[in-house]
């Protein structure tokens, strides 16, 4: 469900590829892929999968050294931006074929004493900064008639949770962004859908941990089984691979019929 942290625009080093058709393990040979909270968890295990399948990757983050690294590690590009800033948001690349927006952040309070300011930043990274992305690439997706948006939303898109009413209210914005785009994408051969996970083993859960011990007067060793899972069929934290694995999915031939689409990695939690 969350993902990592968000992500000022100087380019680093990276290489082009020339479009051809995709084929076997390299399907995504040619095409430029444009991950957001790329640095580290979620991110970082989709643009990895992006470039194992033949993608070139934008590997954004706010994380310079991290973003450099995963990006040396993969031959992308790194993109030193925050995402809060709408501005630098503005600089970010307008060619990727295929978009995922990743970056998030948490903050955990109940509504009468959740932070105003911190509210609107976490829908400027992951609501705003989105929007902003897609409003940028769109027109080069229209232009070849082929894209892929795929929006790393959570079950918290789909449900609510207290004390998280800016992440919620966010995922939920993202989700509706999501549809609007894939019936407006839709004749020029774009698919926009959203993936769903449970609580996935990041950096931002694990920093969840301790906030949550603290609001439920719980040890943190106790968080993950009583809080976190409790609503969940699967006993266990979502992998960032698995995340990885479903958007390479929508983002292959066999799943160009499927868009506007939720698709929950949730353990079961939405099953109830």
């Given at each position: ?125 992951m609501l705003e900064a989105p929007f902003r992305i897609l409003r940028r690439t769109l027109p080069h997706m229209y232009g070849n008639e082929w894209g892929r948006i795929v929006n790393i939303s959570s079950v918290h898109g789909l449900r609510a949770s207290p004390f998280k ?71 266990r934290l979502v992998e960032p691979s698995e995340v990885a694995e479903a958007m390479l999915w929508l983002c292959a031939e066999q799943s160009r019929s499927v868009t506007g689409a939720s698709l929950p990695l949730d353990g079961g939690w939405t099953a109830r």
């Amino acid at each position: 469900m969350e993902s990592t942290q968000n992500t000022a625009g100087a380019s680093e080093t990276g290489s082009g590829t020339t479009p051809e058709q995709p084929a076997g393990p390299g399907f995504l040979h040619g095409r430029t892929a444009l991950v957001t909270g790329a640095a580290s968890g979620i991110g970082r295990a989709c643009a990895e999968a992006l470039a194992a399948a033949g993608a070139r990757v934008y590997v954004v983050d706010r994380a310079a050294e991290a973003a450099r690294e995963v990006a040396r590690a993969i031959g992308g590009t790194a993109y030193v931006v925050d995402l809060s800033d709408p501005d630098a948001v503005d600089t970010l690349p307008d060619d990727a074929d295929i978009v995922v927006n990743n970056a998030g952040l948490q903050h955990v309070a109940p509504v009468h004493e959740f932070p105003t300011e911190r509210f609107a930043l976490i829908q400027r990274v992951m609501l705003e900064a989105p929007f902003r992305i897609l409003r940028r690439t769109l027109p080069h997706m229209y232009g070849n008639e082929w894209g892929r948006i795929v929006n790393i939303s959570s079950v918290h898109g789909l449900r609510a949770s207290p004390f998280k009413a800016a992440y919620v209210a966010a995922k939920h914005g993202l989700e509706g962004l999501s549809k609007v785009v894939a019936l407006e994408g839709a004749p020029y051969g774009v698919t926009s859908n959203c993936i769903c996970p449970g609580y996935v083993r990041t950096p931002l859960v694990e920093d969840q941990i301790a906030a949550q011990a603290l609001a439920h007067g719980i040890p943190a060793a106790d968080v993950v089984e009583t809080v976190m899972l409790e609503r969940t069929a699967i006993k266990r934290l979502v992998e960032p691979s698995e995340v990885a694995e479903a958007m390479l999915w929508l983002c292959a031939e066999q799943s160009r019929s499927v868009t506007g689409a939720s698709l929950p990695l949730d353990g079961g939690w939405t099953a109830r």
